[in-house]
Nanobody, 124 residues
């Protein structure tokens, strides 16, 4: 089982990026994106149930980021618009076979599978 994250890069403030998380080997019930900036703790960004029945976002990205999934490609996306310098971080996708209640989807300790990070740098 492998989660492959991609799509990071350098973008100016106000720009957009789309991150992808491709899962190989199986499909999970819950997927999420977390991020970690240097010297800071890992923080939740967004999560989605594979069924599409629920999504959850951190307050800091609501209205700017959108998480979605493509069942045919077994891939989860994070569309990031109106990027700010404070969005600069390594972004990590995570997945779990269990279906968590929406309010719990932001807990990183509930995810058993993690991909490698993809760096997002937003310049001012």
């Amino acid at each position: 089982v492998q989660l492959q994250a991609s799509g990071g890069g350098l973008v100016q403030a106000g720009g957009s990026l789309r991150l992808s998380c491709a899962a190989s080997g199986r499909t999970f019930s819950t997927y999420a994106w977390f991020r970690q900036a240097p010297g800071k703790e890992r923080e939740f960004v967004a999560a989605i149930r594979w069924s599409g029945s629920s999504t959850n976002y951190a307050d800091s990205v609501k209205g700017r980021f959108t998480i979605s999934r493509d069942k045919a490609k077994n891939t989860v996306y994070l569309q990031m618009n109106s990027l700010k310098p404070e969005d600069t971080a390594g972004y990590y996708c995570a997945a779990d076979s269990r279906t968590w209640i929406t309010s719990a989807m932001g807990r990183d300790d509930l995810y058993d599978y993690w991909g490698q990070g993809t760096q997002v740098t937003v310049s001012s």
